[in-house]
């Protein structure tokens, strides 16, 4: 298999590769028309829990725009149905029924076998490995605990996460217990992802920019770095994305991936001096920068790449893909970021 497929996973482990490797966050999605051809016949769950379906909408990006990797459709909030939780989108917003609000709530949430509350999930990661051999690897990922417990409080996205952090402040023992049980969920959710075969791992944690630094280094990094810990021997890369908070990178940082996820809000370069030696970094054009002239987007795209330096940087937008997005300006995106890295 030539190594320019694995051009990703090397860039993980901070290996030189002939080209940075490029994925786009939450990269099927209603830019695609191939997408919404797919998405124009099912709701957005059933999407999500029929495997064939799946597997389509998370090769399409490969095919049609070139990236290195491929990242598995679904959605961080399918586990936290599995927990126990209604989940319904309602062509909008998710929305949690029976939100979290004291221990008892937390009590009546289960851990579940992923195979067994979950199988959609890994049928789709076995559709997508036969698929994909010799093409690209496969990502799977999981919300962060602190995202998913933010959901599961909440019921759904907020404004100003009031409810999450009067939860944080005023009942600590509630959030503890909330947050190990998410996090036991997580690890075994992922666990079950690498079982059925794939080759990294992200924790996605939307919300964890919220915090403060000191909230965030006892209420979610913890949990984040457990999560890490019991992962670490199973012999994939772990990407962990923590949006909103630059502030907050050496801390990530220390929670012991092998890739921290950068947004947009910081320079990659500075970003990369402040997670240290041996962490490879993950970014970060502002996703809004794909509705520029071409060649502003490849300026930008040059500016990263020499600041993030010839190893360990796997090029992406600082946040999923925006659904007006023109695929041609994506797509050279995809062309200009290989073609300004190619090395000799």
């Known amino acids: 298999m030539p190594s320019s497929d694995y051009r990703f996973l090397k860039a993980c482990r901070g290996e030189p590769v002939d080209a940075t490797p490029i994925w786009i966050m939450r990269q099927a999605g209603r830019y695609l028309p191939e997408y919404q051809a797919v998405r124009s016949k099912v709701s957005f769950l059933e999407l999500c829990k029929t495997p064939e379906l799946a597997a389509e909408v998370t090769i399409q990006p490969v095919d049609i725009l070139g990236v290195d990797a491929a990242i598995l459709f679904s959605d961080i909030l399918i586990v936290v149905e599995a927990m126990g939780m209604p989940l319904h989108f309602d062509e909008g917003p998710p ?105 990294a791992v992200q924790l996605f944690d939307s919300w964890g920019g919220t915090l403060s630094p000191r909230d965030y280094r006892e209420f979610s990094l913890p949990y984040s770095s457990r999560a890490i810990a019991e992962l670490k021997g199973l012999g994939v890369p772990i990407i962990h994305f923590v949006q909103g908070n630059p502030a907050l990178l050496p801390l990530v940082a220390s929670a012991g991936s092998d890739v921290v996820g950068v947004d947009w809000r910081i320079e990659i370069g500075d970003a990369r001096r402040l997670v240290g030696e041996g962490v490879a970094v993950q970014g970060n054009l502002e996703p809004v920068a794909l509705f520029l002239p071409v060649e502003k987007i490849e300026e930008r795209a040059a500016e990263i790449i020499k600041q993030a330096g010839p190893t360990g940087h796997i090029f992406n937008l600082g946040h999923g893909i925006l659904p007006p997005t023109p695929v041609a300006n994506a797509k050279a995106l995809v062309d200009a970021v290989h073609r300004l890295s190619a090395v000799g």
């Open 95 to 199: 929305v949690l029924g029976s939100p979290i609000t004291d221990r008892g709530g937390v009590d009546r949430l289960g851990v579940p076998d992923p195979e067994a509350a979950m199988p959609f999930v890994m049928e789709t990661i076995r559709i997508l490995r036969r698929e994909l051999v010799g093409r690209v690897p496969l990502i799977g990922f999981s919300g962060a605990p602190f995202t998913l417990a933010s959901y599961m409080i909440e019921g759904g996205s907020s404004a100003n996460f009031l409810k999450l952090k009067r939860v944080m402040f005023e009942q600590p023992g509630v959030w503890h217990a909330l947050m190990d049980k998410v996090t036991t969920a997580v690890i075994e959710y992922l666990k079950a992802q690498i079982a059925a075969g794939v080759q």
